[in-house]
Structures are given as structure tokens and as C-alpha cells.
């Protein structure tokens, strides 16, 4: 089974930078960082216009999916695809099994420099995942539910 | 798999409903789609043949509230109902924090029915999960129907456990926010007893 994602502010910062970084190096118009579930963990760039819980949820099921074909064939997984529009492209990878990074970039960029630079963004993002796993095996089942009593969960619910 | 953010304060958590072709699980998420604040919802996304029937899933975002300053964000997905979609439902199954089981309670669908509920158990199985360790309810779905059975029966045969059990009839909404409440609240108790 899956163990829940505990993301913490120092981590955050990290994963903002690294995706900050990766958006003006690669001249993409945004880049986004969300888990295999289909839930945002962060973007960068132009994000303002776009549905970004849509585009996280559609991203998940497309490696989902590709994944499911990638078993069929008998390879472990398909990690990289791209997506080419005509005015927008997108590039998408899986980053330490755990993570999908997603680049958006127009003809102001190209697959190669995105292809370059993402290469090095998911290297220090497996270091981040790696810090975040490590605080996780630290401290096992700490998180904020250890202040939310039963009463609070039935006033949610009325 | 639940996901919490300390940084942005948010706790979120995927719930999946499940059932027999034509259940009406994606009538349940167009009704809590329909009926909840604009504040409070995301898009809904469906992705469906040409003739509506869901093809991968349907998606819908939903704000429930805040605890302790938390936010509290569950991420409903639907399954195909259709028996040869299973490698769609298996996938869509993966990080599932709770599940919901859509009943059709007419007559000529009580085998669906069971097939399904055994289909949701074996993919569960297949991903290390346990439907009887999950937060999980059972939704009797299309009471009105002149051919519905009798609730006590399809109780005994699909609800064997005893979870929480809701009558309902998603076109009206009867039942549907119920179901809903009663497994989002489920899934914040699951997480707070630490899985």
C-alpha cells in the first residue's frame, strides 16, 4: 500500500525553487510538480489562467495509463512523454517513481533545452523526495492529526 | 494515498466510486457538482465515450471545509462500470483513501451487482489493500424504480460487514450527500487513527 505524502515547509521552499529555477532555465511558460495520485505539490510560471487541479488530476491518469501500457509490453515504464500542440507543447516525466514533473513551453523554447535542463531539475527533486522520505521514517505517523481530536471531525460534518 | 501540505495547510484525500455499469456513480458526482458553492468545487471532469458512458473516469475537486486551520480537499474519481474496463478501474484504485460502493438496486442488476463488489475487492486485493480495513460505505442507489428490491435484501447480499449503508436516488440527490459525508468522515477518522 501506499504511505501518505508528508510535505513540510522547508521542503516546499525546496521543491518551489527547483521548479522556479527549471522555468526560467528551460524558458517554459510553466512548470508544475504533482504526485501519482493526480494532488499539486507545486508550480511555476504562467499558472495563473489554468484549471491546475484539472491539469494535475489528467496528468496523474495519463502516466497511470501509460504505465498500465508500458506492463503490457513487459518494461517497467514509459518515462518520459511529450505532447506536441500547435501553439504549446508538453513535457512530461516521472521523477524518482514517485513524482510526475510537467514542463509547458512554446516555440520560445525547444524539446532539447527542455529535455536538458529537466535532466537536472528531477536530480536535485530525487535528493528533495529523499529528504522528505528520510523526516517521514523519522518521525512515523506525526502529522497534524495528532492535534485534530474526534470532535473537530464531527463539527466538519455538522 | 492521503497528501498533507504544511506549507499551503491543506489535508487532501481521493475517495473512488465504485459499482456496476450504469449505477449511477457518475449521477452522484454531477449532483454534489450541481448543488455545491462555485467556492467549493473545482471543475468537473469527465472522460466518456461519444455515447456518455465514462471511458477512464470522472474527477471532481471538493472543498469540505477547515479543521484546526487546515483545509480539508477530497478528490472524487468515479470507475468505468463496464466489465472490460477493468484495467481503467484497477488504475483508477491506486492511492485510494476510501471507497464508495454504488448499488443498483433493480433486480435484473443484483448479479452485476455482486460481480462487481467482488471485482472492487480482487483489484483492491491486487494493490496490497484490504476493502475491509478501508474507510468504505455502500450506497443503495435508485430506490424509486418499480423494480427496486427490498433494502433488507440487498443488504444481506452486499453488505455483509455492515459498513455505513445509505438508500439513495443520485437524479434527485436523495442520499447522495450522506454517502458522501459518512465516507469523507470515515477517511479523516481512518487518518487520524494513523494508518
Redesign the interface.
Known amino acids: 500500500?501506499?504511505?501518505?505524502?508528508?510535505?513540510?515547509?522547508e521542503e516546499?521552499?525546496k521543491i518551489v525553487q527547483i521548479c522556479d529555477a527549471l522555468h526560467r532555465d528551460a524558458c517554459a511558460k510553466a512548470v508544475f510538480l504533482v504526485?501519482?495520485?493526480?494532488?499539486m505539490?507545486a508550480n511555476s510560471g504562467q499558472t495563473v489562467q489554468m484549471?491546475t487541479?484539472?491539469l494535475a488530476?489528467?496528468t496523474a491518469?495519463n502516466i497511470?495509463?501509460t504505465?498500465?501500457l508500458a506492463q503490457l509490453l513487459g518494461e517497467k515504464e514509459f518515462a518520459i512523454q511529450f505532447h506536441e500542440g500547435e501553439r504549446d507543447n508538453i513535457h512530461i516525466s516521472l521523477v524518482g517513481q514517485r513524482v510526475i514533473l510537467v514542463i509547458i513551453f512554446d516555440e520560445r523554447s525547444s524539446l532539447g533545452l527542455v529535455r536538458l535542463r529537466v535532466r537536472r531539475a528531477s536530480n536535485e527533486l530525487v535528493k528533495v523526495l529523499e529528504q522528505i522520505n528520510a523526516k517521514a521514517a523519522q518521525n512515523p505517523?506525526h502529522?497534524?492529526?495528532d492535534?485534530?481530536s474526534?470532535e473537530?471531525?464531527?463539527?466538519?460534518?455538522g | 494515498?492521503?497528501?498533507?501540505?504544511?506549507?499551503?495547510r491543506e489535508?487532501?484525500c481521493?475517495i473512488v466510486y465504485y459499482g456496476p455499469g450504469l449505477c449511477g456513480k457518475t449521477t452522484n458526482l454531477q449532483y454534489i457538482y450541481a448543488k455545491t458553492n462555485p467556492e467549493a468545487k473545482?471543475?468537473m471532469?469527465s472522460?466518456e465515450t461519444e455515447t456518455e458512458r465514462t471511458l477512464?473516469?470522472d474527477?471532481l475537486?471538493l472543498s469540505?471545509?477547515?479543521?484546526?486551520g487546515?483545509k480539508?480537499r477530497f478528490?472524487l474519481y468515479t470507475v468505468p462500470g463496464q466489465v472490460f474496463y477493468d484495467?481503467?478501474r484497477?488504475?483508477?484504485l491506486?492511492?485510494v483513501d476510501g471507497v464508495v460502493f454504488v448499488a443498483d438496486s433493480q433486480v435484473e442488476r443484483l448479479d452485476a451487482n455482486i460481480e462487481s463488489l467482488e471485482n472492487l475487492r480482487e483489484n483492491l486485493e491486487e494493490?496490497?489493500?484490504d476493502l475491509d480495513k478501508l474507510p468504505y460505505v455502500v450506497q443503495y442507489n435508485k430506490r424509486d424504480l418499480p423494480t427496486a428490491v427490498d433494502a433488507g435484501y440487498l443488504r444481506e447480499a452486499l453488505n455483509p460487514t455492515n459498513v455505513p449503508d445509505f438508500e439513495a436516488v443520485a437524479t434527485t440527490g436523495m442520499g447522495v450527500f450522506d454517502t458522501l459525508?459518512a465516507v469523507?468522515?470515515q477517511v479523516?477518522?481512518e487518518?487520524?487513527r494513523?494508518?
Request: glycine content about 12%; cysteine-free; aromatic content about 12%.
Open positions: 500500500m501506499n504511505s501518505q505524502l508528508v510535505l513540510f515547509e516546499q521552499k504526485n501519482r495520485d493526480g494532488q505539490l484549471d487541479t484539472s488530476s489528467l491518469g497511470a495509463a504505465g498500465g505517523g502529522t497534524v492529526f492535534e485534530i474526534d473537530d471531525i464531527d463539527n466538519l460534518f | 494515498m492521503s497528501f498533507i501540505n504544511y506549507s499551503s489535508i487532501n481521493k473545482g471543475k471532469i472522460l477512464f473516469f474527477f475537486p469540505l471545509g477547515e479543521i484546526r487546515f480539508t478528490h484495467a481503467s484497477k488504475l483508477i491506486k492511492g494493490q496490497g489493500y459525508k469523507a468522515k479523516l477518522i487518518l487520524k494513523g494508518r
